[in-house]
């Protein structure tokens, strides 16, 4: 079983630039497919961006050409770098692990605590 969490939120202007962390312990990163959702109140957490096993990407259509997801195994992390921050990318932002390739689906079996962004206008 994997532990996660997350780290490198903050608040930033718009067109600013923030990467978030996912740290992994119990288990090694190369074993998952790995993810980042994020969640604002009152709505449903939404896929952000997807890494299968093989190095596969998948981005949420908004923040395709902004955001990187890049996993380091000999590190045991996951990273999300955010490029041109808008406000509408405000939400908590939760790392998330499994062994099926499901994408940006929120079928994950392992999910970390969240880290706050915030990005104003």
């Known amino acids: 079983q994997v532990q996660l969490v997350e780290s490198g939120g903050g608040s930033v202007q718009a067109g600013g630039s923030l990467k978030l962390s996912c740290a992994a312990s119990?288990?090694?990163?190369?074993?998952?497919?790995m993810g980042w959702f994020r969640q604002t109140p009152g709505k449903e957490r939404e896929g952000v961006a997807a890494?299968?096993?093989?190095?596969?990407?998948t981005y949420r259509y908004s923040v395709e050409g902004r955001f990187t997801i890049s996993k380091d195994n000999a590190k045991n992390a996951l990273y999300l770098q955010m490029n041109s921050l808008k406000p509408e990318d405000t939400a908590m932002y939760y790392c998330?692990?499994?062994?099926?390739?499901?994408?940006?689906?929120?079928?994950?079996?392992?999910w970390g605590q969240g880290a706050q962004v915030a990005v104003s206008s």
């Open positions: 119990g288990d090694t990163t190369s074993r998952y497919c």
């Open positions: 890494l299968d096993r093989d190095g596969s990407a």
């Open positions: 998330a692990a499994g062994l099926l390739p499901i994408g940006l689906g929120r079928g994950y079996a392992y």
